[in-house]
Nanobody, 129 residues
Framework: VLLQASGGGLVQPGGSLRLSCVVSGVTLDYYAIGWFRQAPGKEREGVSCIRRSADSTYYADSVKGRFTISRDNAKNTVYLQMNSLKPEDTAVYYC???????????????????????WGKGTLVTVSS
């Protein structure tokens, strides 16, 4: 199983980026997907997670209203649209996948990363003027 994250880069405050995570080796339909980030000297944070559809999503308070997660199961790809970026969004962003379980809300996958069993290598997002 391979998760390939891309789309990171350098952007000015207030700018936008779209991250993509292409998943291969499993059928995405059966997996919840999450985006996590880790800034230097800080713990990893669950940014946004999605179960099967857009009506089952979770966002950390720090990104609510600015980031949007979506998935295209036909392309085995998950996206994270990031708008109104702030310097504090600077981090390495990772995508991860975990088996979909009826008892797990999307928030569970972000708040308890042990629900994720596959991890990508990360893409660096730098927000700076």
């Amino acid at each position: 199983v391979l998760l390939q994250a891309s789309g990171g880069g350098l952007v000015q405050p207030g700018g936008s980026l779209r991250l993509s995570c292409v998943v291969s080796g499993v059928t995405l339909d059966y997996y919840a997907i999450g985006w996590f980030r880790q800034a230097p000297g800080k713990e990893r944070e669950g940014v946004s997670c999605i179960r099967r559809s857009a009506d089952s999503t979770y966002y950390a308070d720090s990104v609510k209203g600015r980031f949007t997660i979506s998935r295209d199961n036909a392309k085995n790809t998950v996206y994270l649209q990031m708008n109104s970026l702030k310097p504090e969004d600077t981090a390495v962003y990772y995508c991860a996948a975990g088996p979909m379980r009826l008892s797990y809300a999307s928030s569970y996958y972000c708040k308890n990363s042990d629900g994720m069993i596959y991890w990508g290598k990360g893409t660096l997002v730098t927000v700076s003027s």
